[in-house]
């Protein structure tokens, strides 16, 4: 098995892998780290083309990037476009999260990158995983739930609380409330996805039903968001109860219109990245056993 790792950017739970590697007894090699105390000093490189130099597997960003133009470097002060990195990645193993794979081959072969080798870049997007997906919404589901006890002055114990989208999210944190008591409501579009809210014993809300009448909306403590295109409009908002707590779990760019929130004195959250921040350890645990399966297969 290859030996030898580079890590490019990432957040914390980047660098709890990158530090679990190590005791696996893998050689570490790090670009747009440097503010990281658990990254060695030895494994910080200044310049790509040094730290690049005899790596086959790169380990990325979750995102790969956040703006489309750059990869996500949280600890770093450099910045580093997506377009230069490509230059150097060609007969090697790209390993990041929530990654545009169309985009970057377009990218590389209009860029005449890797033309003529045996091996092009292999690019791997940790979230096209289903298990792993699975374990980041558990940890966005624990996070949420942390939010929202630090954010409000009530119990979620009786609270109303209302979640919209019914995917891996919104399944996980439907659950967990449940389970402490609160009275739960879910919004679906899919009959299907409605049949299973009735099932579970969740109090349903249909989206066509939201569309219609929002006025709905006024008799929730908390509405978390897990819809990653905009459905809590200036309308729907407008119709919030005042002392609402509004969280937005969802990528770029969103379900809430954050500005209209502000303007009507609504409190909100857009928790972004939550398993890097409320369980890194976890989180690096699961990619560690994709990312031995990736170096397994090539």
Same mark, same amino acid.
């Given at each position: 098995?290859?030996?030898?790792? #580079?890590?490019?950017?990432?957040?914390?739970?980047?660098?709890?892998?990158?530090?679990?590697?190590? /005791?696996?007894?893998?050689?570490?090699? *790090? +670009?747009?780290?440097?503010?990281? $105390?658990?990254?060695?000093?030895? $494994?910080?490189?200044?310049?790509?083309?040094?730290?690049?130099?005899?790596?086959? !597997?790169?380990?990325?960003?979750?995102?790969?990037?956040?703006?489309?133009?750059?990869?996500?470097?949280?600890?770093?002060?450099? !910045?580093?476009?997506?377009?230069?990195?490509?230059?150097?990645?060609?007969?090697?193993?790209?390993?990041?999260?929530?990654?545009?794979?169309?985009?970057?081959?377009?990218?590389?072969?209009? @860029? @005449?990158?890797?033309?003529?080798?045996?091996?092009?870049? /292999?690019?791997?997007?940790?979230?096209?995983?289903?298990? =792993?997906?699975?374990?980041?919404?558990?940890? !966005?589901?624990?996070?949420?739930?942390?939010?929202?006890?630090?954010?409000?002055?009530? *119990? =979620?114990?009786?609270?109303?609380?209302?979640?919209?989208?019914?995917?891996?999210?919104?399944?996980?944190?439907?659950?967990?409330?449940?389970?402490?008591?609160?009275?739960?409501? &879910?919004?679906?579009?899919?009959? %299907?996805?409605?049949?299973?809210?009735?099932?579970?014993?969740? $109090?349903?809300?249909?989206?066509?039903?939201?569309?219609?009448?929002?006025?709905?909306?006024?008799?929730?403590?908390?509405?978390?968001?897990?819809?990653?295109?905009?459905?809590?409009?200036?309308?729907?908002?407008?119709?919030?109860?005042?002392? &609402?707590?509004?969280?937005?779990?969802?990528?770029?760019?969103?379900?809430?219109?954050?500005?209209? &929130?502000?303007?009507?004195? #609504?409190? @909100?959250?857009?928790?972004?990245?939550?398993?890097?921040?409320?369980?890194?350890? *976890?989180?690096?645990?699961?990619?560690? $056993? %994709?990312? +031995?399966?990736?170096?397994?297969?090539?």
């Amino acid at each position: 098995m290859e030996k030898t790792i #580079l890590f490019v950017g990432g957040d914390y739970r980047i660098i709890k892998l990158a530090c679990m590697l190590r /005791q696996d007894g893998f050689k570490i090699k *790090t +670009y747009g780290l440097e503010k990281s $105390e658990e990254i060695l000093q030895e $494994e910080k490189y200044e310049n790509i083309q040094e730290a690049i130099k005899d790596v086959k !597997t790169i380990i990325s960003s979750i995102p790969f990037s956040k703006d489309g133009i750059n990869i996500y470097m949280p600890f770093s002060e450099k !910045t580093l476009k997506i377009q230069d990195f490509l230059k150097h990645i060609q007969g090697k193993t790209l390993i990041a999260g929530n990654v545009n794979i169309e985009l970057l081959n377009n990218e590389i072969m209009s @860029n @005449n990158i890797g033309v003529g080798l045996d091996r092009p870049a /292999q690019i791997h997007d940790l979230m096209k995983n289903e298990p =792993l997906t699975i374990a980041n919404a558990i940890s !966005t589901a624990e996070g949420a739930l942390q939010i929202a006890m630090e954010e409000t002055n009530i *119990t =979620l114990h009786n609270s109303k609380i209302l979640i919209l989208g019914f995917g891996r999210i919104g399944k996980i944190l439907a659950k967990d409330l449940d389970l402490l008591g609160a009275k739960v409501t &879910c919004e679906a579009r899919k009959e %299907e996805d409605i049949a299973w809210i009735k099932a579970y014993g969740y $109090e349903e809300l249909e989206l066509n039903q939201l569309n219609k009448n929002c006025d709905v909306l006024n008799k929730f403590d908390i509405i978390f968001n897990t819809i990653p295109h905009l459905i809590l409009d200036e309308e729907k908002l407008q119709k919030v109860n005042k002392d &609402c707590l509004i969280i937005d779990l969802a990528s770029k760019p969103g379900g809430v219109d954050f500005e209209i &929130c502000n303007k009507l004195g #609504l409190k @909100n959250k857009w928790a972004l990245a939550l398993p890097g921040k409320v369980a890194p350890v *976890t989180s690096a645990k699961y990619i560690k $056993e %994709e990312i +031995y399966k990736i170096i397994e297969r090539n």
